[in-house]
């Protein structure tokens, strides 16, 4: 009700905004003299006329949708280990100690690889481990490993891909060790290790390259600028020369507080979805993907390859027509199987018959010279027709003449269309 909801968001911006507006109405009430009351009528008057001149839906619309939009390719860029951990498990053999070693040691150096990144773009992270030391203290990395890794120059450039290369090197070696005796397998294992490699790489390209700070900043001062103008043109005052002046004064806005909520609400969930890598209510639970990468790692290519349930006849296995149980809850749920839309319609008993139609075939037809004669019969019976009937047979022929070059061009721009789509198919 409270965490991440929209009055956690807006309540402060809301508050200071009914006390303005309050302020202000109270002084035109009772503070102000005649002469400043219609000088403050005029304003209000300015103020409400020209408040819908600023385009905030349409800028607030396009901006919220294309963050939205933006927030979901960031969690889809978020790397998963499932697959490459089902490779893993698949084809490095071995279930003595130097093989369980090896498939854990390969799915901790992409874990390792993955909290790098995130350590970079995400403040919860960071604050989980705010050095290095603490990667080595949680198991994460060796000593020797981070040696290793602070060993590379990193003045210029990022170096989470280092992890990236000990994984290469050491699923070499276990190539070389006859670990791996699939080819075939170890191309599956690189494929899924290059599509994780490479979501790393759109993570840190996200943060990297964050929405324009112009944009950002039209929409801000829009929206601000907007309620700004709202909190004098939605005063009530005793002339009636406002737009949408009520002869009932409920002195409370309550529509200016609508559109309070809906404006100011969707900029507030713009501002929240921007760095969905932060410790705000909605952020994406990093902290926890760590864990449970971790842990389901390491049961899939080492526990759970132990203990493996027997081999059994399932419960309907000599049965046809397989009937599922529903629990009374669920009952309502059971539909009817869909069949098509036309699987109940009936067709006549007469036309039951089938036959082989004789077709004949437009080019065919051109070619032959009955189709020639009764093509030009065809044409003089229009222009005769034309004629009788008081119509220019030459604007019979101008109109053919567009038809045609009107089909041409559609043809043209169809071969155009597939054209271009071609051509950004080979550039991307």
């Not at 969905?276 to 990093?286: A, K, M, R």
Request: proline share 4%; hydrophobic share 45%; aromatic share 14%.
């Amino acid at each position: 009700m409270w965490r991440g909801s929209l009055y956690k968001l807006i309540y402060r911006e809301l508050l200071l905004f009914l006390t303005a507006f309050g302020i202000l109405s109270a002084l035109y009430r009772h503070a102000f003299t005649e002469e400043q009351k219609r000088l403050f009528e005029k304003v209000v008057v300015y103020c409400d006329t020209f408040i819908n001149l600023i385009p905030l839906s349409f800028v607030l619309g396009f901006y919220v949708a294309y963050v939205a939009s933006r927030w979901w390719q960031q969690y889809m860029a978020i790397p998963w280990p499932d697959k490459i951990m089902h490779s893993v498990a698949l084809y490095v053999t071995g279930n003595d100690e130097y093989g369980r070693m090896v498939r854990r040691t390969l799915m901790r150096y992409l874990n390792l690889t993955l909290i790098l990144v995130l350590r970079s773009i995400s403040s919860a992270v960071k604050r989980r481990f705010p050095t290095l030391e603490h990667l080595v203290e949680a198991g994460f990395m060796t000593s020797v490993e981070l040696e290793m890794y602070q060993s590379v120059p990193s003045v210029e450039f990022n170096t989470y891909w280092i992890p990236c290369t000990w994984f290469i090197n050491l699923l070499k070696e276990t190539k070389k060790g006859s670990r791996i005796t699939d080819s075939h397998g170890l191309q599956i294992i690189m494929q899924e290790f290059n599509e994780f490699r490479s979501k790393c790489g759109l993570l840190w390209s996200f943060d990297w390259v964050s929405l324009p700070l112009v944009y950002t900043q039209v929409v801000t001062i829009a929206t601000y600028s907007f309620f700004l103008a709202a909190l004098v043109g939605r005063q009530y005052v005793e002339e009636r020369s406002k737009s949408y002046q009520m002869e009932v004064d409920i002195y409370v806005p309550v529509f200016t507080i609508l559109q309070f909520f809906f404006y100011m609400g969707l900029l507030k969930v713009a501002e929240q979805l921007i760095n969905p890598f932060g410790d705000d209510d909605e952020d994406f639970e990093l902290n926890w993907l760590i864990d449970r990468h971790t842990k389901v790692s390491y049961l899939g290519v080492d526990t759970l390859m132990a203990r493996s349930p027997p081999l059994v006849k399932d419960k309907y296995f000599d049965d046809v027509n397989l009937k599922l149980p529903y629990t009374e809850a669920s009952v309502a749920y059971k539909k009817k199987t869909y069949r098509g839309s036309v699987h109940d319609m009936q067709v006549p008993e007469e036309k039951y018959a089938m036959y082989l139609p004789e077709i004949m075939e437009e080019d065919e037809e051109r070619m032959t010279p009955g189709g020639s004669v009764q093509n030009l019969k065809a044409a003089t019976f229009g222009s005769t027709a034309a004629a009788a009937a008081g119509i220019n047979p030459n604007l019979v022929k101008t109109s053919s003449s567009i038809l045609r070059t009107w089909r041409l061009t559609t043809y043209l721009s169809a071969i155009w269309k597939r054209v271009w789509h071609n051509l950004l198919n080979s550039q991307y």
